[in-house]
């Protein structure tokens, strides 16, 4: 696989990474679907293997997530610019202290703003909390399932 087709396949994956804290935008079928692409052209055991531990990952992801409840966006008084922001940072969070940094990334990006628009800490504390316990955990599942396979993807192409 050529150095163009690879970025194109992790701009896919960095697409549904996005989609997974944009309402609206299926995130972790378009990284399944990045991860598919991937291993079709590739077509080592490495790249099946990537492919199936993907799917083991994404399925487990959508049982847990059933079990969730249901994101409420706006009932949690989050903007979604706000929201976008937090999962931003949860992304940045997970390449700066690789796995364990996507939760507290989400959960300080998320602060930083309710911060920002709320203007003191206690009122952005309490609306952090607040907004965690409506739709946090969902979005936390998705967004680490993702990032967990967009990690084994990486380390596939790097040391593969």
Known sequence: MGTWQLLLVGLVMLLGLLGVVTPGVPGPPIVWAGVL?????????????????????????????????????????????????????????????????????????????????LGGHGAAWASTRNVMRALGTSVLVELFACLLVVGGWIGAVVWG
């Open 37 to 117: 692409w991937w291993s079709m052209t590739d077509r080592s055991a490495l790249a099946w293997a990537v492919l199936a531990g993907a799917t083991g990952v994404l399925l487990l992801e959508q049982a847990v997530s059933w079990l969730l409840p249901p994101r409420r966006l706006r009932g949690a008084g989050i903007t979604r610019r706000a929201f976008l922001v937090a999962g931003v940072a949860g992304i940045a969070g997970f390449f700066v202290l690789p796995v364990l940094g996507a939760v507290p990334g989400f959960v300080g990006g998320l602060y930083g703003v309710e911060r920002q628009r």
